[in-house]
């Protein structure tokens, strides 16, 4: 079975400050995995996944599969950056419509 | 593109009525799900489907039926509401090849 933990249901830091949002993974496969971002009053949108390796809007994730782990970085957080936060997961050989998601992390970024 | 469209935005039951949650797309997507949010439980997948006319359950299937005569909508059916169903309710939908989801608005539904 997959499995994603999101160890803290909230994370609060200082603007400018070094954000980590954490998310472990439990998969025997090759997973692929996704962080996506609800901001307030807004719907729930692709972040980033670790396929592109990409860095959006600063935010950066590597996947470490010795760690089983995808955590979010970010190293200056910006008041705007304060949103729900979900790491997901989709198993090797799975569609893109099975994701399995963490219980989110609720990040808020103070003035 | 209106992308991926919820109706109604909010919704209050009493036990035991039915309704129908709709959810439609314009971006011709083969994929669409139903997720369900509740707190400190994240989001978990309800029913899906691959295509029109091909249903299949997900994680929580109790108490929702789906079908998918068309393309461009997947209604979510609640038969019978419980307090239990009390959730914000999220259709996605996502083209064959591709791993993103796009996600409608929500639905916040509470039976009384």
Known sequence: AQRVTQPEKLLSVFKGAP???KCNYSYSGSPELFWYVQYSR???QL???HISRESIKGFTADLNKGETSFHLK???AQEEDSAMYYCALKGSGGSNYKLTFGKGTLLTVNP | NAGVTQTPKFQVLKTGQSMTLQCAQDMNHEYMSWYRQDPGMGLRLIHYSVGAGITDQG???NGYNVSRSTTEDFPLRLLSA???QTSVY????SRSGTNE???GPGTRLTVL
Do not use: H, I, N, Y
Not at chain 2, 90 to 93: L, N, T, W
């Open chain 2, 90 to 93: 999220f259709c996605a939908s």
């Open chain 1, 74 to 76: 970010k190293p200056f």
């Open chain 2, 101 to 103: 989801q796009f996600f």
């Open chain 1, 19 to 21: 954000v980590e949002l």
């Open chain 2, 59 to 61: 994680e929580v299937p």
């Open chain 1, 47 to 49: 972040l980033l996944r």
């Open chain 1, 42 to 44: 807004q719907r729930l």
């Open chain 2, 82 to 84: 419980a307090p239990s």
